[in-house]
């Protein structure tokens, strides 16, 4: 047999744009979050026909599968597109996408699509759009952005600024109502803060803050009262919705029931958006279940390690809030249908079905892949480098 060498997509030599983005970007990252997207795409096929049961206007069975597709394509446009901007673009593209979450926000009350009474949602034509899905990759790096700026000593005020975005985002989320964004949000700004090393005084004092705005929530928000009760005592009320995707998830056992064989996500609601996990374990089993969640683990783990070991105090803490944030959403969606935490609509990265939320995880991947990308100087000397490639001039 004749032997023969392989031959990458782009040659070492080749200095055009989609070149250097091939030899700069960390393909790892970039395969982990395609095989998500993909897994996505394959399983909204088998949870589009029970799906459309709740609404009997749809008659095509695959009708969330087609518009998954959509949106799984503009996502991924969108990833690939903002991967290859240099740490400026995505400061500006973080700005624009903040102050543009932030005036849809401001209108919601006005102009918004009330669902199951929270005004989360705008009509666009013949879709939905959820704004906060924009606004929390936004504000991380504009809240990185702010911290650095502050540590330069030029005058900047920097941490009032990015108190006053974080105050304002959570301020419009408040009023929707949508606690768990607010949570999420919160949860990562902090880690941002923390990273951006600021004294640990004020990481204590903002965790007690924190503390005790969660307790206020608690007594201002009756659905956070009531969504407590269901899951410290279940056996009071109603628990249809967890208790449906609980079973799904038992039924899956080790390898699953098999494609298209799924009996119990029939009756699971939001079995396509936000218990999408519970349906891939009935189907495929724990199997599905561990590589979905080792995909999510080294997506974070590896976009941890690649962002320590950036030079520039902004590249690092927006990049490490980044890879945060996903995997913080990952692991709450998951905790959701695994019943470890109490029930909250907040939808699995790439996963989901959901034009708002796809479209919002191919910024949020983009931008990280973006500030992580090989370049002169942004690497500390001496680091290790994936691939053992050198940095392109």
Do not use: C
Request: proline share 5%; no cysteine; aromatic share 10%.
């Amino acid at each position: 047999m004749t032997a023969h060498n392989y031959s990458p997509a782009f040659s070492r030599n080749d200095q055009s744009p989609l070149a250097k983005w091939f030899w700069t970007v960390d393909r790892g990252l970039l395969a982990a979050a395609l095989t998500l997207v993909a897994l996505g795409v394959a399983l909204s096929f088998a949870s589009s026909p029970a799906a459309i049961l709740a609404d009997q206007s749809i008659t095509d069975p695959f009708h969330y599968s087609w518009r998954m597709i959509v949106w799984a394509s503009m996502g991924l446009v969108i990833m690939m597109t903002t991967s290859l901007l240099s740490p400026r673009g995505v400061r500006r593209i973080a700005l624009l996408g903040l102050l543009g979450a932030i005036v849809v926000m401001t209108a919601l009350p006005f102009i918004g699509n009330e669902v199951k009474g929270a005004a989360r949602w705008v009509n666009l034509g013949p879709f939905s759009l959820q704004p906060s899905e924009f606004a929390k990759p936004s504000l991380i790096v504009v809240a990185a952005w702010m911290f650095s700026e502050a540590q330069k000593g030029k005058g900047v005020p920097g941490v009032s600024i990015a108190f006053a975005a974080w105050a304002l985002t959570v301020g419009l989320l408040l009023i929707q109502p949508d606690i768990g964004q607010t949570l999420l949000i919160t949860t990562t700004f902090m880690a941002v803060f923390f990273m951006a090393g600021v004294p640990l005084k004020w990481v204590a004092a903002l965790a007690a803050a924190g503390a005790a705005g969660v307790v206020g929530l608690y007594f201002a928000f009756s659905h956070m009262r009531d969504r407590l009760s269901r899951f410290f005592s279940p056996e009071t009320t109603d628990t249809h919705q967890i208790d449906r995707a609980s079973e799904a998830i038992r039924a899956g056992g080790l390898v699953g029931r098999g494609v298209g064989e799924g009996v119990m996500k029939r009756s699971v609601p939001d079995l396509h958006t936000d218990f999408i996990y519970s349906v891939g374990a009935e189907e495929f089993g724990l199997v599905l279940s561990l590589a979905m969640i080792s995909l999510y683990a080294f997506i974070v783990v590896r976009g941890m390690r690649r962002a320590m070991k950036l030079t520039d105090p902004f590249e690092q803490t927006a990049a490490a809030g980044l890879f945060m944030l996903i995997g913080l959403q990952a692991s709450i969606n998951i905790a959701v249908n695994l019943n470890l935490i109490p029930t909250k609509g907040m939808t699995l990265p790439f996963i989901s079905y959901g034009g708002s939320s796809m479209l919002a995880m191919g910024l949020t991947m983009g931008l990280a892949l973006a500030l992580t990308r090989r370049r002169p100087g942004a690497y500390e000397p001496g680091a290790s480098l994936p691939q053992g490639r050198r940095i392109l001039p």
